[in-house]
């Protein structure tokens, strides 16, 4: 199979359409879908064709530079009024990564300024849309290196979940880490959580290992603290949906378990992310809003009913880990160590 | 439906034959399969038609017994060959729970003692195997009064695998402990850890749970340190493959996990079994053969593909819980707390 995690971006503008990798399909079938409306691509993001905090941040944008496109030839009343209802619609898909907001109101706050033009602003939305999907790309391979430097020249990694190329428009945050160390030189091999109740370690992580030919291991979560135990993990690498103003971390649901063990055994927990994935509003992480999910994704892995009908289930999509179990936050601009708010202010200045 | 866990033995004498619940086939179905060769019997542990510490023991010393039966009217060496043979098959099905070997043990040395008149031998081995049928329900009723006492009068207890009446003859290890505490009229609510790659939580656990009429809520392994961290986890109880005479205990793999996320959150961690559960030959854990399984379990839950094809699986059953995570160890005999080389004398002793 070609590279394709490397050659073709998650998430693209692509003939006046919003075009996917659609994610549900990995590892079975490689498959790339257009979006012809703002409506698509809310449903996109809601369904998790497209997932990971940075890919529905730039998905968003382009959804709202295509709902203006549409929009361009209307008077700006009207053209106010459909950009700011494709902006509404897009944030309802998911309430935890910072990065659909952030870039929601980035591209909204250009449409408003210039709304009096609507062709204009229009323009001016989709320029800014593509411009993200490079910042994307560039801020990844920036923290790649950063992150990539404090790994040793031989190691065990674990990940949790997918903060990879998928979760990225390219080249990956926690795996973006991976990636540059592996272009340095560095002998990694890769432990990859399948990260229930979605299995995006062994659906999306460890395809884009077998892709990019990264030696790799699949393991079901719960096997994490007997490798630690062991002392098979030398550092864990996860990357960030939301992280507060001093440091605590929302991510996918079993990371604050990962830290927890990582303290326990000494071994160094990273966090990879965008600096817009943090929320310098919020004070801790206790702020963060979780999106609890549908039962069925506990129940039915591989869409099998497995549990007994009837049965009670809790659905958390996220966790949030303190800062103070966080080694260090790596980003496109530095390394925050530890995370904490003089080291994030400083980060963000 | 009815009350099925608790009136159906989970391994059973009938008819002359061994008859199990067929463990793999729940929860959608609850079937009663009877083996009528030690060869049957073998197999139905090997591919965990049944499985459970207690409930292996039991079921390997009825398949012994059977052999002996099959074989009471040959001259005692011949005799003696074939229930040798039968117990050397037997030892090969499963290499981590240590009742297996000491059910087998047991009867064998009754058939070895008496194999001059294999007529009288047999009957005795039979005789001793539906003994133990009593002596586990009667030692796990014990074992749960005396861990009832040690929860509160209202209680969320968390469980991982399935140490239930479905992983015994009846009522259960850990879950016996859930059942005599709900017996005496405390208010428990359980979170049942799915338990992958097998699922035993899923879809034994919950099932039971179900039956019982007991509050319960199935959530993924890896939800189980984010209820901690909210303060909705008052008690872990968890059963136990082998004990070595520290007290370091193999179980189920992901119970080393929970029981590192317990002590970082100052909840108890208890561990229920029965003293056959005891291996006082190994003077710690690190002697404990780990049984490792296909990689199939964790990459086709439900029977279904869905990692990438060529990924690298590691997949031990089991890992071992040093003792001084384990705030007691709760036994029919009494509880070592903590458990430790000298209480553990003292409980055998």
């Known amino acids: 199979m070609p590279d394709k995690t490397t050659r073709t971006r998650t998430v693209d503008w692509a003939d006046g359409k919003v075009r996917l990798i659609d994610q549900t399909r990995l590892p079975a079938e490689f498959v790339l879908i257009d979006l012809e409306t703002p409506e698509a691509v809310a449903d996109a993001i809601r369904t998790m064709k497209v997932r990971g905090a940075p890919a529905i941040g730039v998905t968003a944008a382009l959804g709202l530079a295509l709902a203006a496109e549409q929009a361009r030839d209307l008077e700006p009343a009207a053209f106010r009024e459909r950009i700011a209802t494709a902006a509404a619609l897009l944030r309802t898909t998911?309430?935890?990564a910072v990065n659909?907001?952030?870039?929601i109101d980035r591209i909204l706050a250009l449409g408003q300024r210039d709304a009096a033009e609507p062709a204009r602003a229009a323009a001016e939305m989709l320029r800014e849309a593509q411009a993200m999907l490079d910042e994307d790309e560039a801020a990844n391979r920036a923290l790649g290196r950063h992150g990539a430097a404090l790994l040793p020249e031989s190691a065990n990694v674990l990940?949790?979940?997918n903060a990879g190329a998928?979760?990225?428009v390219a080249y990956g945050?926690?795996?973006g880490v991976v990636r540059?160390?592996?272009e340095a030189g560095k002998r990694?091999?890769?432990y990859v959580d399948e990260t229930r109740p979605r299995l995006q370690g062994m659906q999306l992580t460890a395809w884009e290992m077998l892709q990019e030919g990264i030696p790799a291991t699949l393991i079901t979560d719960n096997m994490a603290p007997w490798l630690m135990?062991?002392?098979r993990i030398d550092a864990v690498v996860v990357g960030a949906d939301r992280i507060a103003a001093n440091g605590d971390t929302a991510n996918k649901i079993g990371t604050y378990g990962v830290a927890v063990a990582a303290r326990a055994h000494g071994i160094p927990f990273y966090v990879a992310a965008p600096v817009s994935t943090i929320d310098a509003s919020l004070a801790t992480g206790a702020e963060i809003p979780i999106e609890q999910r549908p039962p069925e994704e506990v129940t039915s892995p591989g869409a099998t009913l497995l549990a007994p009908r009837g049965i009670a289930v809790y659905n958390p999509a996220f966790d949030v880990t303190p800062a103070g179990l966080i080694t260090a936050l790596i980003t496109e601009r530095g390394v925050a160590t530890p995370p904490n708010s003089e080291t994030i202010t400083a980060l963000l200045a």
Chains 1, 2 share one sequence.
């Open 166 to 168: 998928l979760a990225t």
């Open 173 to 175: 945050t926690a795996l």
């Open 229 to 231: 135990r062991q002392g």
């Open 94 to 96: 998911r309430p935890t």
């Open 159 to 161: 990940t949790h979940c």
């Open 180 to 182: 540059a160390a592996v």
């Open 188 to 190: 990694l091999h890769v």
């Open 100 to 103: 659909l907001f952030w870039a």
